[in-house]
């Protein structure tokens, strides 16, 4: 088995909705967060359908893809199976934050971290990330304030959204992102080393609004576990 951790930085805003609305009123389509720490996250169906998704326009992934993912694009509801592939939620690892320096700097804490070491060591007792002193020539700092407040409703980018009928707006509504240069993890196992290769420095949109440039994902290969 290989166990591929994989980490994924948001190229462009990024929206990968919560089916069950906004916590507040203003915001009609929020991001989906862990549940358990109410950070922002990809829950791992989303990240499934949009690897799937992906790997169905790769030419020599054609008769990988039914046994990765369970099914392809030429497959029936009665013809889908259980996927090989196992795959896990994208977490926060590093939130992008304005610096009149230099654009931007990251900021994550010590329990970001410590959460990601946990997760990853139930298949690596050894595995031991350290916070970067940077990641991607930006400067990487333990938040002051907790990470979770720089993640909520009211610090988050909410964006009008509007559809118009005739240059007569029809359909007004406020829709949450994750800003460009988010940084997430995630844990992805299979049998073969297909994924592991195949995303590799590679850009997949994720989410919604692809059509608007939301969720182009660059997947960096952090490491490959393999087991006996």
């Not at 991001?31 to 499934?48: A, F, G, V």
């Not at 990330?129 to 610090?155: Q, R, W």
């Not at 997949?204 to 393999?226: D, E, P, R, S």
Request: net charge negative; proline share 3%; aromatic share 8%.
């Amino acid at each position: 088995m290989n166990t591929h951790v994989f980490l994924i930085t948001a190229k462009t805003n990024l929206h990968v909705g919560n089916e069950n609305g906004g916590d507040f009123i203003i915001v009609d389509k929020a991001i989906q967060r862990d549940p358990l720490t109410s950070l922002p996250c990809i829950n791992s169906s989303s990240l499934k359908g949009a690897l799937k998704e992906y790997c169905c326009h790769l030419a020599d992934m054609k008769g990988e893809v039914k046994r990765l993912f369970g099914s392809d694009k030429t497959s029936n509801k009665d013809d889908a199976n259980k996927g090989e592939a196992i795959f896990f939620d994208a977490k926060l690892l590093f939130l992008p934050q304005q610096d009149k320096d230099s654009l931007f700097h990251y900021v994550t804490s010590n329990e970001v971290i410590g959460m990601m070491n946990d997760r990853i060591r139930l298949f690596d007792p050894s595995f031991d990330y350290k916070k970067p002193a940077d990641y991607g020539g930006k400067k990487v700092e333990f938040a002051t304030d907790s990470i979770s407040t720089l993640c909520d409703n009211d610090s988050l980018p909410i964006i009008a959204r509007n559809a118009l009928d005739n240059g007569e707006s029809k359909n007004l509504w406020y829709e949450q992102v994750l800003p460009a240069e988010t940084v997430l993890y995630t844990i992805i196992r299979e049998e073969k080393n297909v994924l592991g290769e195949k995303l590799k420095d590679k850009i997949v949109q994720i989410g919604a609004n692809a059509t608007i440039g939301y969720g182009y994902c660059k997947f960096t290969l952090l490491k490959t576990i393999k087991e006996d």
